[in-house]
């Protein structure tokens, strides 16, 4: 397992990587929706704070699970924010 320190210092590269496409998306690219990119920035700060507040705090008992089940959600919110970003185009 890697230390917590480590899944901090991953969370917020990918947290940062994330909101610097979704900026590079809004400043560059033609037609893209602001307020939605906007919003998208928003979210993403958001569950950068999450993440880290979850890790700061691990339940005592079964940390394995806990790991695991942070680990899933977060990569599935990874994976929503991206389908998102896929879809700050103008219609």
């Keep these: 397992m890697a230390s917590r320190k480590e899944l901090k210092k991953n969370i917020n590269y990918i947290a940062g990587e994330l909101f610097t496409e979704c900026l590079v998306n809004s400043l560059y690219v033609p037609g893209t929706d ?8 928003a979210e993403i700060l958001k569950m950068q704070d999450e993440f880290i ?8 008992g079964n940390v394995k699970g806990f790991y695991k089940k942070l680990r899933a959600d977060f990569n599935a919110k990874v994976d929503e924010i991206i389908d998102a970003m896929g879809k700050l185009k103008l219609r």
Excluded: F, G, V
């Design 34 to 41: 602001k307020q939605k990119a906007d919003e998208l920035m």
């Design 53 to 60: 507040s979850r890790i700061s705090h691990t339940e005592p």
